[in-house]
């Protein structure tokens, strides 16, 4: 199977060539690596040049915006700046960020998953963080959830979703709409990958009311969203956050802010997220 990897990077001069380095020892090789520099001031351009020059399937595409990092918008549209350039000739279409390290595993396995079941829309390993020394899991989702920082999709199934959604939540609701479809969506805990930067890091403080907003533009309604905003809250072991998070839901709904699905498809995400919730009580 032919994968594409796209990869926006912003001033990533002390991580982006560890990960390309990760990537040029992967037991199946990538077909073509899109690095988008977006507005990067630092060295990122002249390494991934350096890349490109001993690799041919590496490429480089400028991109300028604006550098304020706000969560899902800037870093969709990057890639798609990158996604642009591509041809349709893949079977597998993988957004990456540009600070992590893979198993030189990593992808062969991957495409295993795909290979195995038809119905596999899209697979992912697991982001570690490194902490006192030892690399542990980054415990911000569920274990059923692929991060935003390694997503891979089949070809059918990113078209089918209609490709990624340039704002908060984009990580979340391409996986809601793999299961509105009858996708499936698989993780491996046996793929550890080095996260070099946590989540978050660079977001400013405007960003603290966005996932609040993405919870509303994924049509989760007041009462998932609470019961999201807390767990989310105490995962992070920001207990403060949760208000914060209420009060995005909340001038988002004001504002009457479009929504990143159909009223159908709000409908079964509702419908998917209550169920998954009860299920955890019963546990």
Known sequence: MKYYIVIPAHNEEAFISLTLNSLITQTVLPKKVVIVNDNSTDKTEEIVLAF????????????????????????????????E????????????DADLIFPSNYFQTIIGHFKKDPKVGMAGGF????????????????????????????????KQIGGLKPAMGWDTVDELLCKFYDWKVVTDESLHVKHLKPTGAN????????????????????????????????????????FDYIQGFLKAKSAKKPLLVTAEQAKFIRKYRLKKMKEKLIR
């Open 52 to 83: 490109a020059k001993e690799y041919p399937f590496i490429s480089l595409v400028n991109k300028s915006s604006t550098a304020v990092h706000l969560p899902g918008s800037k870093v969709i549209q990057a890639f798609q700046k990158g996604f």
């Open 85 to 96: 350039t591509l041809d349709e000739n893949y079977d597998l279409i993988v957004k990456i």
């Open 127 to 158: 982001c570690y963080i490194e902490k006192n020394g030892d690399w542990i899991l980054e415990n911000l989702t569920d274990k059923d959830h692929i991060r935003g920082a390694l997503k891979a999709y089949r070809a059918a199934t990113f």
């Open 203 to 242: 977001y400013n403080k405007t960003a603290r009311f966005k996932q609040g907003e993405a919870f509303y533009t994924l049509g989760y309604g007041f009462l998932i969203t609470t019961i999201a905003s807390a767990k989310l809250a105490i995962m992070k072991k920001k207990p403060f956050l949760f």
